[in-house]
Nanobody, 121 residues
Framework: QVQLVESGGGSVQAGGSLRLSCANSGYTYTCMGWFRQAPGKEREKVASIYSRDGVTAYADSVKGRFTISQDNAKNSLYLQMNSLKPEDTAMYYC????????????????WGQGTQVTVSS
């Protein structure tokens, strides 16, 4: 059964750091990613990684501040978030996909429940 469980969200002041984790039930995915959605805004992809070769991609708004990584031995995905800004406040979701075609088009079919990140100024 596909299961993604996020953890690590919380409240932090601007300039602080948080590390999000996503536990994977052990299923093998082609790509995984982190998305976020703030109230009244569309969901956006923050970062993604291809499971096989580790190739990553980032939204311009987080480049240089966020780092996505994976630990295949632990079936885990991470998002290290540094220099957090109030505009980073959102619900963050872990997502995964098995189809290489869907990965290339940023279409993800497997989602976690989300973890809230709140950054105060």
């Amino acid at each position: 059964q596909v299961q993604l469980v996020e953890s690590g969200g919380g409240s932090v002041q601007a300039g602080g750091s948080l590390r999000l984790s996503c536990a994977n039930s052990g299923y093998t995915y082609t790509c995984m990613g982190w998305f976020r959605q703030a109230p009244g805004k569309e969901r956006e992809k923050v970062a993604s990684i291809y499971s096989r070769d580790g190739v990553t991609a980032y939204a311009d708004s987080v480049k240089g501040r966020f780092t996505i990584s994976q630990d295949n031995a632990k079936n885990s995905l991470y998002l290290q978030m540094n220099s957090l800004k109030p505009e980073d406040t959102a619900m963050y979701y872990c997502a995964a996909e098995t189809s290489i075609f869907n990965c290339r088009w940023n279409v993800y079919n497997y989602w976690g429940q989300g973890t809230q990140v709140t950054v105060s100024s």
